[in-house]
């Protein structure tokens, strides 16, 4: 199941920064960002790491002038190895924990499952709120 959870992390991990470059493509804003996604595998948690940059875009959405460099960096997620669960981060080097779910974290939605990944991606957000507890 490792090996399937990394999938799953990296799949995500596309997912989110195609959905959410095509939104800034399409915002109409001349100024607006180019996100970057990436996963860091660890031995009990595969990391979500997001970045962006500035860019310049002209009336189609096109990038017509880019930022320097990629700044920032922040974990978006993470993703339980084993299980392939969705897990807000609390901090960059843990994930939230919660005393109502058996598994002691606070899930947002399993990877594993096709049904419950593609509602996460049509949840998902620059900010993350879709990770908070309804």
């Known amino acids: ?7 799953f992390s990296l799949n995500f991990a596309k997912s989110l920064e195609r959905i959410f470059n095509e939104q800034e ?4 804003k001349k100024f607006s960002h180019e996100y970057q996604f990436g996963v860091l595998p660890g031995k009990t948690y595969d990391k979500i790491s997001q970045t962006s940059r500035s860019v310049i875009r002209d009336e189609q959405g096109n990038i017509v002038e880019e930022g320097n460099l990629f700044h920032g960096g922040s974990v978006h997620a993470f993703v339980v190895r084993e299980t392939g669960d969705l897990v807000k981060a609390a901090t960059w080097a843990a994930p939230q924990k919660s005393k109502t779910h058996p598994s002691g974290l606070a899930v947002r939605f399993n990877l594993a499952s096709p049904e419950k990944a593609l509602e996460a991606i049509q949840a998902a957000d620059k900010n993350g709120s879709y990770l908070y507890a309804n």
């Open 1 to 7: 199941m490792v090996n399937a959870a990394k999938d």
């Open 25 to 28: 493509a399409k915002s109409g």
